[in-house]
């Protein structure tokens, strides 16, 4: 990721950030910024708390301009960063969770000349070529001859690595009684329906807010032999 990348997502994630410290599910969110910004260390993590909260009660007293705290928060958010390589995805998750837009990444410019009756197609990088075509068929007849070999010697089996050369797979259920290493093997909106649905039927009052999710997320990768359910039960806020 470029300086100039982090430097704006962790511009749009402060102002998520600061935009929360003034709203109902700052509960959600503080929890969210705890887990992300103590990276695991107990210390660290009562640390962070106290700096967010101290952070919200300046805003909230007036002792402190809004713009003041976004910058101290970005500058923060920066650094962990840069400092882990992995952040990035949560960052990313938590300004999409907020509904803040994601900074779009920097337009290419792309130039191509041709000459006479030269055709010019460009795919990521300037390209010049003549007029003369070559239509190839090896891909796709090298990819039709695997499936027959696999089909004739395979028989039922080969049907199944085809389904899976395919892409096509049965979506994962998930239960309050799934291990959370089970859930965290679920796609996304799985994993959001889950949290949802189990966190309603359980009287969890944050369970219908997307925070929640990546709460339960981070909870579940600390411990994957739990029952996701009770770790779901616990998004009250």
């Known amino acids: 990721m470029s300086q100039s990348t982090t430097r704006e997502l962790a ?10 410290m ?16 103590g990276r695991n260390n107990a210390a660290r993590e009562s640390q962070m708390a106290q700096t967010l909260d101290d952070s919200r009660a300046s805003l909230l007293s007036g002792t402190a301009e809004r713009s003041a705290v976004e910058a101290t928060w970005q500058a923060r ?14 960052v990313r998750n938590f300004v ?4 803040q837009p994601l ?4 337009s290419l410019h792309q130039q191509a000349t041709a000459s006479g009756n030269a055709q010019v197609n460009q795919a990521g990088r300037d390209i010049r070529h003549d007029n003369s075509r070559r239509t190839s068929f090896g891909g796709p007849l090298a990819v039709i001859a695997v499936i027959a070999v696999l089909l004739i010697v395979g028989g039922f089996g080969a049907v199944k690595i085809i389904s899976f050369i395919g892409g096509s797979s049965s979506s994962t259920v998930i239960t309050e009684d799934s291990s ?22 359980k009287g969890a009052s944050g369970a219908g807010n997307p925070m929640a999710r ?12 739990a029952r996701v359910g009770d770790v779901i039960a616990r998004q009250n806020y």
């Open 77 to 90: 958010l920066e650094e962990f960063m840069y400092a882990d390589s992995s952040a990035e995805t949560r």
């Open 96 to 99: 999409t969770a907020s509904g």
């Open 22 to 37: 003034q709203s109902e599910q700052w509960a959600l969110t503080r929890t969210f910024a705890v887990n992300l910004l």
């Open 180 to 201: 959370c290493g089970d859930y965290l093997l679920a796609s996304t909106e799985e994993r959001e329906h889950a949290v949802k649905s189990i966190g309603i039927a």
């Open 214 to 225: 990546l709460n339960v997320d981070y909870s579940c990768g600390q411990q994957p032999s």
């Open 103 to 106: 900074p779009q990444p920097a």
């Open 11 to 20: 511009t749009v994630a402060s102002r998520a950030l600061v935009q929360d």
